[in-house]
């Protein structure tokens, strides 16, 4: 569960340096390139206010397992201990019930950290739907002839970058999104 929790902290430090790394470059970033855009999509989910709302929903989410998780962890400790100080009154049932529980806990985290997973993906293929029109109507407004990756660029000239314009408009048309944890359902599973 530490590790989900790190690697969506880590989601967001990554876009936010990425993010001021766009912003530091040349002093004569070259010219605008006519038909030539650039879109940032890690910066989007990073700076809009629908990407802002579903990375604060999921650590709310990864919170909430985290308390349904803790209470097993104390519990096996617990009887891990009473068995270690029990010495010879121990018997193998005791270690199987305990094994048991452990395979039993594991099986529930794993379950747990897979609805994360699964619920990010679709709130991030919700925002990506939305984001879909309003990118072609910016594609079409800028004059574009492609539509390149940030990521896939190192540097480019500013008027080029077409991210701004969509997060606003995202920003208007979808301002947030309410979830809950979502079971992951069976054909996605297997």
């Known amino acids: ?113 897979n609805e994360l997973r699964y619920t990010l993906s679709e709130q991030r293929r919700l925002i990506s739907d939305a984001v879909e029109p309003i990118l072609v109507a910016v594609y079409q407004e800028r004059g574009c002839g492609i539509l390149l990756d940030r990521e896939s660029v190192f540097i480019l000239n500013p008027a080029m970058d077409v991210t701004e314009t969509v997060i606003q408009r995202l920003n208007a048309q979808l301002p947030s999104l309410s979830f809950n944890r979502l079971p992951v359902p069976a054909q996605a599973a297997q």
């Open 1 to 113: 569960m530490k590790l989900l929790a790190i690697g969506a902290a880590a989601l967001v430090s990554f876009a936010a340096s990425s993010a001021a790394a766009q912003t530091q470059g040349p002093t004569n970033p070259g010219p605008a390139i006519p038909g030539v855009c650039v879109f940032f999509n890690q910066l989007l989910l990073a700076q809009s206010t629908v990407g802002q709302s579903v990375q604060t929903r999921m650590e709310q989410l990864a919170l909430e397992v985290q308390g349904e998780l803790q209470p097993y962890g104390t519990s096996i400790q617990n009887e891990i201990q009473r068995l270690q100080t029990g010495g010879a009154a121990v018997t193998d049932a005791d270690r199987q019930a305990v094994q048991a529980r452990i395979q039993e806990a594991q099986q529930l985290q794993e379950t747990r950290e």
